[in-house]
């Protein structure tokens, strides 16, 4: 599988909401309600802020937000803060027991 | 909490080899898959390597196939990875981790492995 298309990055405002897309084919992402997102801080492991297209873990803010049309899934985020500044990868499961992860984003908040 | 501390990472020349270790505790090891992922330097993210509860059921990313080897030992919580015939290309932080079916819940810190000659 070949990894799923995000924006290499992406700017917004503090307040503002930003909607990062992540783009994959009906053998991931159209195939399987199974997207995640991540949020990575430089220099940190992953976290996990997405499951299940659009459930958040525990602890996660609501301003975090996902949805899924046909192959491409989105992250909202929206009252943006200085803390978001970071990288998100999204990420589906593609069959076989295997998952496949975007290139990332690179989100700056201004 | 939930810890997963990842060991052996360093500098190997291509062809060489290198075995990663990972250590959990504070979750029911024995619940779910472990997996390792990999971030190569300025990279995003790449899932190549699973095992289940009972070590049986074992899956490869094509990348990594017929070259690394996971295995786990649920009496120490610990998941290994055997890394033979290195190339360049799998230079990248690796991470330990604890996943559900279409996610990952947990994550080590990562350790970083080089492959330079």
């Known amino acids: ?110 | 909490q939930v810890q997963l501390v990842e060991s052996g990472g360093g500098v190997v020349k291509p062809g060489g080899s290198l075995r990663l270790s990972c250590v959990a505790s504070g979750f029911t090891f024995t619940d779910g898959y472990m997996s390792w992922i990999r971030q190569a330097p300025g990279k995003g993210l790449e899932w190549f390597a699973d095992i289940s509860s009972s070590g049986r059921t074992i899956y490869y990313a094509d990348s990594v196939k017929g070259r690394f080897t996971i295995s786990r030992d649920n009496a120490k919580k610990s998941v290994d990875l055997e890394m033979n015939s290195l190339r360049v290309e799998d230079t990248a932080v690796y991470y330990c981790a604890s996943r559900s079916l279409g996610y990952v819940a947990y994550w080590g810190q990562g350790t970083m492995v080089t492959v330079s000659s």
Request: net charge neutral; hydrophobic share 25%.
């Open chain 1, 1 to 110: 599988h070949s990894a799923l298309t995000q924006p290499a990055s992406m700017s917004g405002s503090p307040g503002q909401s930003i909607t990062i897309s992540c783009t994959g084919t009906n053998s991931d992402v159209g195939n399987y309600n199974l997207v995640s997102w991540y949020q990575q801080h430089p220099g940190k492991a992953p976290r996990f802020i997405i499951y299940e297209i659009n459930k958040r873990p525990s602890g996660v803010s609501d301003r975090f937000s996902g949805s899924k049309s046909g192959n491409t899934a989105s992250l909202t985020i929206s009252g943006l803060q200085p803390e978001d500044e970071a990288d998100y990868h999204c990420c589906s499961y593609a069959g076989g027991g295997t998952l496949v992860f975007g290139g990332g984003t690179r989100l700056t908040v201004l």
